[in-house]
């Protein structure tokens, strides 16, 4: 008699951590006063380590992206990132609905104190369905890649008329480790007065939230809009990758 045994498929291992409790078990008021009082704001550790060597690797499995950008091409700096495809990676997409409910709560309050409008429906599924109306139907979460010499130059993620206020890029490598340089760079245009500029060193496994365009200022004539770009310094040795979750689609 034969003996047969059954093929089995190797599956990739799902993320060690549970990305939606660690950004539930966040401090969301003091995330909050952070961002209202210099543009962005530093979470607690939302990926373990081999979660992020995980993430990272994704980025040699072409069949993962939609598109690849080069940076020093277009200009944008040097460097390299991939735009994800549909089906996100589960940790990405776990990380994407986690953020959006209590992001949202702080996209109405800066809404309502600009005197603008709060397109943003409960869901996050909602709001990608008036994404993709539209004409905004293209998944928006990028991985980054830099090596030695490479850098970001300042920016805004806006990629049509609708947009969400707030964004996340998560670090996927350890600075000193894995390379050297890379502070992620927020420089705030203030009204009537010259630039601020903040520098952060974003710990692999934790999430830097920033506004995408502009956040709201106090002034002597009540709340404005002030004008906000980011970048990543030059990345002096090594790589550095990094995830970017922005929460409206191109």
């Known amino acids: 008699m034969t003996t047969t045994t059954p093929t089995t498929t190797k599956r990739r291992a ?4 549970v990305p939606a409790e660690r950004v539930a078990a966040a401090d969301w ?3 909050a006063g952070e961002l ?3 543009g962005c704001a530093l979470t607690p550790r939302l990926l373990a380590p081999a979660d992020c060597r995980a993430l990272s690797a994704l980025y040699d ?11 020093a091409r277009h200009r944008f700096g040097s460097g390299q990132y991939r735009y994800f495809a549909d089906p996100l990676p589960e940790p990405v997409q776990a990380l994407r609905e986690a953020f959006y409910p209590y992001l949202l709560k702080i996209a109405r309050d800066w809404a309502d104190r600009l005197g603008r409008p709060a397109p943003w429906p409960d869901t996050l599924g909602e709001w990608l369905t008036l994404c993709h109306k539209a004409g905004q139907t293209k998944p928006s979460q990028i991985l980054l890649r830099y090596g030695a010499g490479d850098w970001n130059a300042l920016h805004r993620d806006l990629f049509g008329e609708m947009v969400f206020p707030l964004q996340v890029v998560v670090g996927l490598d350890e600075q000193g480790t894995d ?6 760079l927020l420089v705030e245009q203030r009204p009537r007065a010259q630039s601020r500029g903040t ?13 995408t365009r502009d956040r709201p200022v106090r002034s002597t004539r009540g709340w404005s809009a002030g004008p906000v770009r980011h970048g990543v310094s030059t990345v002096r040795s090594g790589h550095r990758h990094s995830l970017g979750l922005v929460f409206h689609d191109a």
């Open 14 to 17: 799902g993320p060690t951590t």
């Open 29 to 31: 008021t003091a995330l």
């Open 36 to 38: 209202d009082t210099v």
């Open 61 to 71: 499995e072409a069949e993962r992206f939609r598109s690849t950008i080069d940076m």
């Open 179 to 184: 390379y050297t340089g890379g502070e992620f």
């Open 199 to 211: 520098t952060i060193v974003l710990p692999q496994g934790h999430g830097l939230i920033f506004t």
